[in-house]
C-alpha cells in the first residue's frame, strides 16, 4: 500500500532535515499488525539521530520514531486477530513518522479515548522509566534517588515512580521554571544546574548522606561527578548522551565526551560495591521483545489507575514537525512531545 511519511534526508537543523514523501509498505505478515496512525511521538534519539550523533538510526533516507497512538487496521495471518479495529499505543523500530507503520503485534497495548500525547508518553519515556525503575534495578523506599532532567518525558514518570515507592528524590532541572513543576510532581529537593553546582546542591539536601540511585541521561562530565556521591551499593543508571549533542566540534567533541567519561576497571566496581547499568532501549526492543511488552502494559496499567500521568509537553501537528523536534533540543520543554498528523 501507499502512505506518506517525513524522512530525514539530512543532518543539521530541524527545519532542513526532513521531507514528506510517499512510499510503499507492504502489508503484514506472520505476527505483524498495520496501525493507521493518529499521532507520533518524539524523542531525545531523535535529535541525536538528526545531529548525525546516533550510531544505531538507520541510513539516510529514513523515518525515524519509535512510538504511535493508532488504530489497527490489518492483521498478519499469525497475529493476534482481536486486536482489529482497536485503537493501541505500539512501538516500532524506527518508522513512526509515518501515516502507517507495521508493527509486531506484541508491541501494541490497546487503549482508550485518553489525550494521544499522555498516551504517548506511556511508551519509550514511561517504559523506559518503568525498566529502569521496576525491571533492572527496583527502587526502594529507603532510597535517595537523584533524576537528571527530572523535567522531562523519563524524568517526570521517574519521579512518579520513585515516589510510589516512597523514597526521596532529588531532581534536577535546568531552568527556574521547572523548579515549582517538579515540586509539583512529588520531588523532595530541586538542584538547578545552570544557577549552582549541583552536587554541591544535592549534598546539601543529603546532608552528609550519599545517593543510592542516579538515573542520568546525560553522561560526559555528569558521570564523574555522580559517581563521587554514589554510596555503597548504589546504582547509576546511564541511558543517554545528551551532552554529546551540545558538541560543535565532531570528532574532537566525541573524544572530549570519552574523555570526560574516563575508564574503569570491574574490579573497581566490586572493591567499592558501586554498580554502573547502561540502558539502551533499542537493544531490549531488537534482542528482548517481550520485555518491551510486558512494561508498556504496566505502564498502561498504572495509567487507567490514575497512579501515573505522563505530562504533556507539547502538542504539535505535522506541518509544525521542526518546530517540535527544535524546541526538544533547546531542552526548553516539559514532559512528553507529540505530533498529529493533519
Known amino acids: 500500500m501507499k502512505s506518506e511519511g517525513f524522512f530525514l534526508v539530512k543532518n543539521g537543523d530541524a527545519n532542513q532535515a526532513f521531507e514528506l514523501r510517499s512510499f510503499e509498505l507492504s502489508d503484514p ?39 504511535v497512538i493508532g488504530k489497527i487496521t490489518a492483521c498478519g495471518p499469525g497475529a ?52 529502569m525503575a521496576e525491571y533492572l534495578t527496583p527502587i526502594h523506599s529507603i532510597d535517595k ?8 518525558g523519563v524524568g517526570t514518570i521517574l519521579i512518579q515512580l520513585a515516589k510510589l515507592k516512597g523514597s526521596r528524590v532529588i531532581a534536577k532541572v535546568g531552568r527556574a521554571e521547572k523548579e515549582e513543576y517538579v515540586l509539583g510532581l512529588g520531588a523532595d ?21 550519599k545517593i543510592d540511585i542516579s538515573f542520568n541521561p546525560v553522561a560526559g562530565s555528569t558521570y564523574k561527578k555522580d559517581w563521587s556521591i554514589l554510596d555503597s551499593g548504589g546504582r547509576m543508571i546511564l541511558f543517554g548522551g545528551s551532552e554529546l549533542s551540545n558538541g560543535k566540534w565532531g570528532i574532537f567533541s566525541k573524544l572530549n565526551f570519552v574523555r570526560k567519561m574516563g575508564m574503569m576497571m570491574p574490579i573497581g566496581l566490586m572493591m567499592s560495591s558501586r554498580n554502573v547499568l547502561g540502558v539502551n532501549m533499542l537493544k531490549i526492543a531488537d534482542n528482548r521483545p517481550k520485555v518491551l511488552e510486558h512494561c508498556l502494559a504496566k505502564m498502561v496499567e498504572l495509567y487507567d489507575q490514575g497512579k501515573v500521568t505522563p505530562k504533556i509537553g507539547g502538542e504539535y501537528t505535522s506541518d509544525q514537525l521542526a518546530e517540535a ?18
Request: net charge neutral; proline share 3%; glycine share 12%.
Open 29 to 67: 505478515k506472520g505476527d505483524e499488525v498495520l496501525v493507521e496512525v493518529e499521532s507520533f511521538g518524539l524523542n531525545y534519539a531523535d535529535v541525536m539521530a538528526r545531529r548525525g550523533l546516533y550510531q544505531d538510526a538507520p541510513p539516510m533516507p529514513c523515518i525515524l520514531g519509535y512510538e
Open 80 to 131: 493476534k486477530q482481536d486486536l482489529l479495529g482497536k485503537r493501541v499505543a505500539a512501538f516500532c523500530r524506527f518508522g513512526g513518522y509515518a501515516k502507517h507503520v507495521v508493527v509486531n503485534d506484541y508491541a501494541a497495548v490497546p487503549v482508550g479515548d485518553q489525550n494521544a500525547v499522555e498516551l504517548l508518553g506511556l511508551c519509550t519515556q514511561g517504559v523506559t522509566a518503568y525498566y
Open 145 to 152: 534517588v537523584l533524576i537528571h532532567a527530572a523535567a522531562g
Open 189 to 209: 529537593h530541586v538542584v538547578n544546574y545552570n544557577t549552582s553546582d549541583y552536587i554541591a546542591e544535592t549534598k546539601k539536601h543529603l546532608k552528609g548522606e
Open 325 to 342: 523536534h527544535a524546541a526538544l533540543e533547546k531542552g526548553g520543554t516539559t514532559g512528553k512531545l507529540g505530533v498529529r498528523w493533519v
